[in-house]
């Protein structure tokens, strides 16, 4: 994947976080960039940068918890840069350190898709992945827009268990559909604090994710991607100027049930046929 090119030279606590991004990672070069920015406001102030970060923050987060864990906090980022077309971006991690896996709405406690019931547990648990499962369900005319509970969502779970199924069967494989499609599967709070309100995370992670979307605004010979922005917190995003650059969509978030029925989701996933085995 394409590598940012950057004069600056880590050192410090910049090289350890630089060092903890996975060795495919595109994002590395500029994220020494930025962590050398905001490196500067712990000592001498050399650059003039309004940015929501203080010395007490940074050094909070350097010695605190915080989830995801296993070093994935950038594990969104092993989607090859040239290949992305849509950016979505969430609130924050889940709040179990088996379910944050660093990839938005990826829930690492779900395999399983189906069950002879309809969805299986797990993903009724997780109530966005079992609204956002509906509204696909939706936009392939596999439910019908007032009968997305019980007997219907059963009666599709029939369909995805036989034997000469084409439907996908885990959450892995959903999540390759998606990196598939051309998906940047990013939450716009890379980590959660239990301690720590989630207004507040986000807006501590603001510049990172403007250097972030400056970098796919500015890649030659592509068109910028498309931003799928779900929730309250992630449309915050709309007021960064690097936003300009984008054609955006945006969603309340799934956890709400009028997520099912959006149209302007339907018909953005309509033509990707996720559930489908590629």
Same mark, same amino acid.
């Given at each position: ?11 410090? *606590? ?11 990672? *595109?994002? !590395? ?12 406001? &712990? ?13 007490f $923050? ?10 995801? $864990?296993?070093?994935?906090i ?9 290949? &992305?077309?849509?950016v979505l971006? !969430? ?13 938005? =709405?990826?829930? !690492?406690?779900?395999k399983?898709?189906w069950?002879?019931a309809?969805?299986s547990?797990?993903? /009724?648990?997780? $109530?966005?992945?079992? /609204? =956002? ?26 369909r ?5 199924? $084409? ?5 892995p ?13 990013? /939450? ?16 501590a992670?603001?510049p =990172?994710?403007e250097v ?43 956890? /709400?049930?009028?997520? &099912?029925?959006?149209?302007?989701m ?9 559930l489908r085995?590629?």
């Open positions: 994947s394409e590598a940012w090119q950057t004069t600056l030279e880590p050192s410090g *606590w910049q090289e350890s976080l630089a060092a903890s991004l996975p060795a495919a990672c *595109w994002l !590395g070069a500029a994220l020494i960039a930025l962590a050398k920015e905001l490196g500067t406001l &712990i000592g001498a102030d050399a650059f003039n940068r309004d940015l929501p970060f203080d010395r $923050t940074i050094e909070q987060l350097a010695g605190d918890q915080f989830l995801p $864990t296993q070093g994935r950038f594990a969104a980022f092993m989607q090859p840069l040239d290949a &992305i077309r849509y971006v !969430g609130e924050g991690p889940y709040p179990r350190e088996e379910s944050a896996t660093g990839v938005c =709405f990826m829930d !690492g406690a779900v399983d898709l069950a002879a309809g969805l547990k797990p993903v /009724n648990r997780a $109530t966005s992945l079992r /609204n =956002f499962m509906k509204m696909l369900m939706v936009a392939d005319g596999l439910l019908m827009p007032d009968a997305t509970s019980g007997e219907a969502v059963a009666e599709v779970a029939h995805a268990l036989a034997a000469d199924s $084409t439907f996908i069967q885990t959450l494989e959903l999540q390759q559909q998606l990196h598939a499609h051309g998906f940047l599967l990013l /939450n716009a709070a890379l980590v959660f604090r239990p301690h720590v309100p989630p207004v507040k995370e986000a807006k992670w603001r =990172f994710l972030v979307l400056e970098a796919l605004a500015s890649r030659a010979g592509h068109e910028p991607p498309t931003l799928v922005l779900w929730g309250k917190i992630a449309g915050w995003l709309d007021g960064l100027p690097a936003v300009s650059h984008f054609p955006r969509s945006v969603a309340e978030h799934p956890y /709400n049930l009028s997520f &099912i029925q959006n149209p302007e339907q018909a953005l996933f309509r033509p990707m046929h996720l085995a590629a």
